[in-house]
């Protein structure tokens, strides 16, 4: 059979004008956008609130923890509030009797929060709020002053300081059923104070020579019984802090090299209490599989949003050019939510990081075209703050739903 004079190309070039002077035109391929930006919603405030609001943790459920201040006359009245991100509606975290003014500290997973409450700036007390929003006193020690509650884990174990007549900190530990439990100082030391626990029990902050001797200040850690150790320095760090416990004992906080006057190295501790310096930056937080969230520096010393991976290597993420940028935290998919500024710092742009690194900005509120974004949990709730457009540039609370 005689073969075809029409080159096999050109046959598909021919049906294919067929199919479309039948069809219309074929449509061009686009980039797939991904999935919308969450939706921005302002926090709702309690009707004799001020413009001032602001979050500070959020978990898994969706609720969020943070505070207002009432307009009340004669009167300084801040206000802790848990907000539902599902219903967008609050619950007011009452002071104890008597008193007139509310603080947060912290919430688990359970909606559980704790703080203070106070009667003025120098007459405070350690709370736990119920879901209701009730107050329940903790328990301060003997000839203190007052205190605040600033942790509590999935166990229900709240961690904060009490303070005495000259008002110096000590830690202090209150386990679920409320009892309290003194944590001790390095020997010599005479102030210290908490900073996290995880849900093993374990409790980091710092304990500080400041009366006697030469003054001193270390970072550390107590065990579930309250034994207190002292974290090692890697080689070439004389100053270190701590910010976060995993569940499985890795810490990470700041560290300062010997000569330098900043905290602006990520020291990292492992489980089994070796440290690392893994290199110049400033963290802020840790997820549980250990990768590290917060911000690197260029040559310029100018801040550009980052992350660490477990085996120290370095992620520099994406921004708007021209600006410094900070990661405030991770969850486990990945997602870094954090904020882009210029040189007017009060007034930034809210950002998403995808796994890749790459930067989304997200859509701003209602009230103002700046925003921050600061938290961001498992279902992908990111919460945040409006920046009010004008010369005092106050936070007002919001979230970004999917």
Same mark, same amino acid.
């Given at each position: 059979?005689?073969?075809?004079?029409?080159?096999?190309?050109?046959?598909?070039?021919?049906?294919?004008?067929?199919?479309?002077?039948?069809?219309?035109?074929?449509?061009?391929?686009?980039?797939?956008?991904?999935?919308?930006?969450?939706?921005?919603?302002?926090?709702?405030?309690?009707?004799?609130?001020?413009?001032?609001?602001?979050?500070?943790?959020?978990?898994?459920?969706?609720?969020?923890?943070?505070?207002?201040?009432?307009?009340?006359?004669?009167?300084?009245?801040?206000?802790?509030?848990?907000?539902?991100?599902?219903?967008?509606?609050?619950?007011?975290?009452?002071?104890?009797?008597?008193?007139?003014?509310?603080?947060?500290?912290?919430?688990?997973?359970?909606?559980?929060?704790?703080?203070?409450?106070?009667?003025?700036?120098?007459?405070?007390?350690?709370?736990? +709020?119920?879901?209701? %929003? !009730?107050? @329940? &006193? =903790?328990? $301060? #020690?003997? *000839?203190?002053?007052?205190? /605040?509650?600033?942790?509590?884990?999935?166990?229900?174990?709240?961690?904060?300081?009490?303070?005495?007549?000259?008002?110096?900190?000590?830690?202090?530990?209150?386990?679920?059923?409320?009892?309290?439990?003194?944590?001790?100082?390095?020997?010599?030391?005479?102030?210290?104070?908490?900073?996290?626990?995880?849900?093993?029990?374990?409790?980091?902050?710092?304990?500080?020579?400041?009366?006697?001797?030469?003054?001193?200040?270390?970072?550390?850690? +107590?065990?579930?019984? %309250? !034994?207190? @150790? &002292? =974290?090692? $320095? #890697?080689? *070439?760090?004389?100053?270190? /802090?701590?910010?976060?416990?995993?569940?499985?004992?890795?810490?990470?906080?700041?560290?300062?090299?010997?000569?330098?006057?900043?905290?602006?190295?990520?020291?990292?501790?492992?489980?089994?209490?070796?440290?690392?310096?893994?290199?110049?930056?400033?963290?802020?937080?840790?997820?549980?599989?250990?990768?590290?969230?917060?911000?690197?520096?260029?040559?310029?010393?100018?801040?550009?949003?980052?992350?660490?991976?477990?085996?120290?290597?370095?992620?520099?993420?994406? %921004?708007?050019?021209?600006?410094?940028?900070?990661?405030?935290?991770?969850?486990?998919? /990945?997602?870094?939510?954090?904020?882009?500024?210029?040189?007017?710092?009060?007034?930034?742009?809210?950002?998403?990081?995808?796994?890749?690194?790459?930067?989304?900005?997200?859509?701003?509120?209602?009230?103002?075209?700046?925003?921050?974004?600061?938290?961001?949990?498992?279902?992908?709730?990111?919460?945040?703050?409006?920046?009010?457009?004008?010369?005092?540039?106050?936070?007002?609370?919001?979230?970004?739903?999917?």
């Amino acid at each position: 059979m005689a073969g075809s004079s029409t080159p096999r190309t050109a046959a598909l070039t021919a049906a294919a004008t067929a199919v479309a002077l039948l069809l219309g035109p074929v449509p061009a391929a686009t980039a797939d956008p991904g999935p919308p930006l969450p939706t921005p919603h302002l926090l709702p405030l309690p009707a004799n609130a001020g413009p001032l609001s602001t979050a500070y943790s959020l978990n898994n459920a969706g609720d969020v923890l943070g505070e207002c201040y009432l307009s009340i006359p004669g009167l300084f009245a801040p206000r802790a509030l848990r907000w539902n991100t599902g219903t967008l509606g609050y619950t007011t975290l009452e002071p104890l009797p008597g008193e007139t003014g509310t603080r947060p500290g912290a919430m688990n997973e359970a909606g559980t929060a704790v703080g203070v409450s106070f009667a003025s700036l120098t007459d405070n007390h350690p709370v736990r +709020w119920a879901l209701d %929003g !009730t107050p @329940t &006193a =903790l328990e $301060l #020690p003997a *000839g203190a002053r007052g205190g /605040g509650a600033n942790g509590i884990n999935n166990t229900g174990v709240v961690i904060g300081d009490s303070y005495d007549a000259v008002f110096r900190p000590l830690p202090v530990k209150w386990r679920a059923d409320g009892t309290r439990v003194a944590l001790p100082l390095l020997d010599g030391d005479d102030t210290g104070a908490t900073t996290a626990v995880n849900d093993a029990g374990f409790v980091i902050g710092w304990s500080e020579r400041r009366l006697s001797g030469e003054p001193r200040k270390r970072a550390v850690v +107590w065990s579930p019984s %309250g !034994t207190v @150790t &002292a =974290l090692p $320095l #890697p080689p *070439g760090i004389d100053v270190a /802090g701590v910010y976060r416990i995993t569940d499985a004992g890795v810490i990470v906080g700041p560290g300062r090299r010997e000569g330098s006057t900043e905290l602006d190295r990520v020291v990292l501790w492992a489980a089994d209490g070796t440290v690392r310096d893994i290199g110049e930056g400033r963290p802020n937080s840790i997820t549980n599989t250990d990768t590290v969230v917060g911000a690197a520096f260029d040559a310029a010393r100018s801040l550009h949003a980052a992350y660490w991976n477990p085996d120290g290597t370095r992620t520099l993420l994406d %921004g708007p050019a021209g600006q410094q940028s900070t990661a405030r935290t991770i969850n486990s998919a /990945g997602t870094a939510v954090g904020t882009a500024t210029g040189s007017d710092w009060d007034h930034g742009t809210a950002l998403l990081w995808k796994r890749d690194g790459t930067a989304v900005t997200l859509p701003p509120s209602s009230l103002s075209p700046y925003a921050s974004a600061s938290l961001v949990n498992e279902s992908g709730v990111i919460v945040g703050h409006a920046t009010l457009p004008d010369a005092q540039s106050l936070p007002r609370a919001m979230v970004w739903k999917p």
